[in-house]
């Protein structure tokens, strides 16, 4: 079956850190660029972080830019954010999503980043 | 930056009926290899986001045919030729040509009347 699983959200201080894993299976993930997007309370969708399907050229929304690192491990079938100096406005669903001609073609479940004292 | 702007921004629709959504960007979506790279994304209450419509007119597999996508340039639209209790939800316009940033129209809440 293909899907994508994220995992990782939670409750978090502001400053703290966070790393969020997708777990991908159904697919040859190493032939696909990958994103994150995400969706605040009572907002839109938003890009969050794109990566090449060999891991190189990342690319981010300057939000979190210089704050957030995408990663990937294709042996693994693994994509990652590793989140630091989390703010109040990063709470957030998370979702990974495949890139397929365009973005989003497969979208994972989403997890929930709550960034609060 | 490009600037995706929706309208309307909530649209009450009556079962059977049709509806539009339109979407307009602040510059050109032609990409340099003459492609237009705009999708639409649905998000249902509660569930992840789904694609619809990718590079203007192309509907995703698994879509239903009552959905349709036109347009060129900065101005694009989705069409349901007739509302279902299903397509209750967000609808998001997103272009991918000129990145980054990839951008997203503000949504618009389908609901029914």
């Known amino acids: 079956e293909v899907q994508l699983v994220e995992s990782g959200g939670g409750l978090v201080q502001p400053g703290g850190s966070l790393r969020l894993s997708c777990a991908v299976s159904g697919f040859r993930f190493s032939s696909y660029h990958m994103h994150w997007f995400r969706r605040a309370p009572g907002q839109g969708l938003a890009w969050v972080s794109r990566i090449e399907d060999d891991g190189t050229l990342l690319t981010y929304a300057d939000s979190v830019k210089g704050r957030f690192t995408i990663s990937r491990d294709n042996a693994k079938n693994m994509l990652y954010l590793q989140m630091s100096s989390l703010r109040a406005e990063d709470t957030a669903v998370y979702y990974c999503?495949?890139?397929?001609?365009?973005?989003?073609?497969?979208w994972g479940q989403g997890t929930l980043v709550l960034v609060s004292s | 930056d490009v600037v995706m702007t929706q309208s309307p921004l909530s649209l009450p629709v009556t079962l059977g009926q049709p509806a539009s959504i339109s979407c307009r960007s602040s510059q050109s979506l032609v990409h340099s290899n003459g492609n237009t790279y705009l999708n639409w994304f649905q998000q249902r209450p509660g569930q992840s986001p789904r694609r619809l419509i990718y590079?203007?007119?192309n509907r995703d597999s698994g879509v239903p045919d009552r959905f349709s996508g036109s347009g060129s340039g900065t101005y694009f639209t989705l069409k349901i030729s007739r509302v279902e209790a299903e397509d209750v939800g967000i609808y998001y316009c997103l272009q991918s040509t000129h990145w980054p940033p990839y951008t997203f129209g503000q949504g618009t809440k389908l609901e029914i009347k």
């Open positions: 999503a495949r890139d397929n001609i365009s973005p989003g073609d497969l």
């Open positions: 590079n203007v007119f």
